[in-house]
């Protein structure tokens, strides 16, 4: 009676799978957006010098209120930025179905494309799309969500108000020299906010470009 035949047996280690985000540049952004975001906000002139009233009259001309914006801008700009976000986020918490909309499209892009792993293809129903595919599918779905519902319009509507808003405070403020020495620390904190943020989404992105 012959022996059955002995099954070879593979000692391999089981394949890991990898992350579907890149951890360390997923990371990395949120430590530079937070970091950013609060060295911006500790440059924001204190609120109640934001409302003084006693600072406020009306502007004499049409170039006079033009001047006051301009200046003001220059001072409060960090506060502004925070008013006009604070319109922007009233505006989508009052209307959940476009503020969940919007964050599955920044879902969309940061896990399918910015964090996901160069080395990690896309695969969907058994068909593997490539990086270029995917760009292209998440900026149409861009265009789509933004132009073409009323995402767009509640996006515009709200920056429009939060700008009024700015215009016309700024209008209504009187400058004061004083406080015209101090500008440069307040346009170094929202330059620093901004372009950390920008720096660290765009180098993501360009790493997979």
């Not at 950013?36 to 003084?52: C, H, K, N, T």
């Not at 301009?70 to 930025?81: E, S």
């Not at 998440?138 to 519902?149: E, I, W």
Request: net charge neutral; charged share 15%; hydrophobic share 50%.
């Amino acid at each position: 009676m012959s022996t059955p035949p002995t099954l070879p047996v593979s000692n391999q280690p089981p394949a890991q799978s990898q992350p579907p985000i890149n951890t360390p540049a997923f990371r990395t952004f949120f430590s530079r957006l937070s970091t950013s975001i609060r060295d911006g906000l500790s440059q924001r002139r204190p609120w109640a010098e934001l409302v003084d009233r006693s600072s406020m009259a009306r502007p004499e001309s049409l170039t006079d209120a033009l001047s006051r914006i301009r200046k003001n801008l220059a001072y409060f700009k960090v506060n502004y930025v925070a008013v006009v976000s604070l319109v922007l986020a009233f505006s989508l918490f009052s209307h959940p179905l476009s503020l969940l909309v919007l964050l599955g499209l920044l879902a969309a892009w940061m896990f399918l494309y910015v964090f996901r792993p160069s080395d990690q293809p896309l695969v969907v129903f058994g068909r593997t799309f490539s990086d270029r595919e995917t760009l292209l599918a998440l900026a149409l779905s861009t265009v789509v969500v933004v132009f073409m519902t009323s995402v767009g319009s509640l996006l515009t509507s709200a920056l429009m108000i939060g700008v009024a808003i700015v215009c016309l405070h700024g209008a209504f403020v009187v400058p004061d020299d004083l406080f015209m020495d101090d500008q440069e620390p307040a346009n170094a904190g929202l330059l620093s906010f901004l372009g950390g943020s920008a720096t660290s989404a765009a180098s993501a992105v360009a790493a997979r470009v």
